[in-house]
């Protein structure tokens, strides 16, 4: 893996021949640096690439009580449930959570930033992080944890389901249905969304069962569920495996005047069981309630403590059928 390294204000004292309290004091502006000084500590820290360390203030500190959330959706359920747990966790032990939602990308140092400059001193993330921002929190010993899915990157701890055998239950089921030509509609591209489908299509080809991919658009839902729809009828798929409930809900909503295709739609979540309002589909998941209670005192642990030793939880999910 490219490794990037992090500038220091030792890096720019080393370039630039002084002190790292000149460094420190020339970029806080303060009046006891002269003005050649200043200038040459300001370019050599653009130059280099510096970012103000504020998360190390923090952590001498200790005097944060907010945690940053960052989601990728407002629309989809499955952090409704999640977050309100996890909340109620927060304010037991007097946290108080920042929520921001970032779509279509991976954590950036940026991000990070950005929860740092408006007090979090931790982060509860159910996006993965950019190969930096794993560089950056590692050097600052940032507390953060990803909820969810597995990260790319081992040095990131994480609490989830394991995704793999989601898929290879799911494609248990539809062997058990005798199902004959199944598909898998995609959602994001991502690792978790990868390790999903191929745990699904390796269990078919072993039982010598092609599987069908489509894709879900999340900009365009209604014309999207109407194309799969067509696709799916067009193709003679007699079982849908979708990436998550969100998706499962549409595709059953889209296919409610079939009766066959109802026991034969699958999403990942399980979040049927918790919002008792939504449309009911089977599903495959965790405990979402314990899952977040791990995640929220896991975090605050580390907020807490000096360990930043990679913490890996990997759940087993078990399946959730609508008619038992």
């Known amino acids: 893996m490219h490794s990037v390294k992090v500038t220091t204000l030792s890096d720019i004292a080393e370039r630039l021949g002084t002190s790292v309290?000149?460094?420190s004091r020339a970029l806080r502006d303060c009046?006891?640096?002269?003005?050649?000084?200043?200038?040459?500590?300001?370019?050599?820290?653009?130059?280099?690439?510096?970012?103000?360390?504020?998360?190390?203030?923090?952590?001498?500190?200790?005097k944060s009580n907010v945690i940053a959330v960052v989601i990728?959706?407002?629309?989809?359920?499955?952090?409704?449930i999640v977050l309100d747990r996890v909340f109620k966790r927060f304010d037991l032990q007097n946290y108080t959570p920042l929520i921001i939602v970032?779509?279509?990308?991976?954590?950036?140092?940026?991000?990070?930033?950005?929860?740092v400059?408006?007090?979090?001193?931790g982060i509860l993330t159910f996006i993965d992080l950019e190969d930096e921002t794993v560089d950056y929190c590692a050097a600052n010993g940032f507390p953060l944890l990803l909820c969810g899915s597995s990260s790319k990157d081992e040095r990131v701890s994480v609490v989830c389901a394991d995704d793999r055998l989601c898929g290879e239950l799911v494609a248990q089921e539809a062997i058990r249905q005798g199902v004959?030509?199944?598909?898998?509609?995609n959602g994001s591209e991502s690792a978790?969304?990868?390790?999903?489908?191929e745990g699904f299509a390796t269990v078919l080809r072993e039982a010598r069962l092609d599987c069908d991919n489509y894709c879900f658009d999340y900009e365009h839902r209604s014309e999207c569920v109407q194309n799969l729809k067509e696709r799916i009828l067009e193709n003679g798929n007699d079982f849908v495996f979708c990436f998550n409930d969100e998706i499962a809900m549409a595709m059953l909503k889209i296919f409610e005047d079939n009766a066959k295709m109802r026991s034969s739609i699958f999403g990942i979540d399980g979040i049927s069981k918790y919002l008792s309002y939504l449309i009911q589909v089977n599903s495959v998941g965790v405990d979402l309630e314990d899952m977040a209670d791990r995640c929220a005192q896991i975090l605050i642990n580390r907020i807490e403590s000096d360990d930043r030793s990679s913490i890996r939880e990997i759940?087993?999910?078990?399946?959730f059928r609508i008619n038992g």
Do not use: H, W
């Open 192 to 197: 978790i969304n990868t390790m999903r489908r």
């Open 117 to 121: 400059q408006n007090g979090a001193s």
């Open 21 to 23: 309290n000149t460094v």
């Open 180 to 185: 004959t030509r199944p598909c898998y509609i």
């Open 102 to 115: 970032r779509k279509g990308c991976d954590l950036s140092v940026d991000d990070v930033l950005y929860c």
């Open 72 to 80: 990728s959706s407002l629309y989809n359920p499955f952090f409704s």
């Open 315 to 319: 759940l087993p999910p078990s399946l």
């Open 31 to 62: 009046a006891d640096i002269g003005v050649e000084m200043k200038s040459k500590v300001r370019q050599a820290a653009a130059e280099m690439g510096y970012r103000p360390s504020r998360v190390a203030a923090f952590m001498r500190t200790k």
